[in-house]
C-alpha cells in the first residue's frame, strides 16, 4: 500500500455535505521525455477513484493521462453528517492502491 496521497476537507450542511479534495500525485502521461537520458517517462496516474459514505458510492471517477498533476476534484452529495467518515479508495495505472479515510466537520 501506497502513502497517503489525498488531502480532504467535507463539510455537512443541511441535507447536502460538500467535499474539496486534492491527490498529491504526479500524473505521469508517458508521453514527457527525461531532458537529461532523452528516455520516455513511464506512464504513472491515476485511472480510478472512489468515494463511499454509509457503504454507498457517493462519488467515483475514472481518470486518464489528460488529468493534471495534483487534480483538485469537488462534489456535493446528499446526506452526511459531522462525525461520519468518508472512506476513499484509489487506484494508479501502475497497479499501486490504497483507501483512505476523512472525518466530515
Known amino acids: 500500500m501506497a502513502k497517503n496521497i489525498l488531502k480532504v476537507k467535507a463539510k455537512a450542511r443541511g441535507d447536502k455535505t460538500k467535499v474539496k ?3 498529491k500525485h504526479i500524473m505521469e502521461s508517458g508521453q514527457r521525455k ?3 537520458t532523452g528516455e520516455l517517462i513511464p506512464a504513472k496516474f491515476l485511472q480510478e ?3 463511499e459514505h454509509g457503504g454507498k ?3 467515483e471517477a475514472s481518470m ?3 488529468i493534471s498533476k495534483n487534480p483538485y476534484i469537488a462534489f456535493n452529495f446528499a446526506g452526511g453528517a459531522k462525525g461520519d467518515e468518508l472512506v476513499m479508495t484509489w487506484k494508479e495505472n501502475t ?3 490504497a483507501t483512505e479515510t476523512a ?3
Do not use: N
Open 21 to 23: 479534495m486534492m491527490a
Open 34 to 36: 527525461d531532458k537529461k
Open 49 to 51: 477513484l472512489k468515494v
Open 57 to 59: 458510492v457517493v462519488f
Open 64 to 66: 486518464g493521462t489528460a
Open 95 to 97: 497497479g499501486a492502491s
Open 103 to 105: 472525518k466530515i466537520k
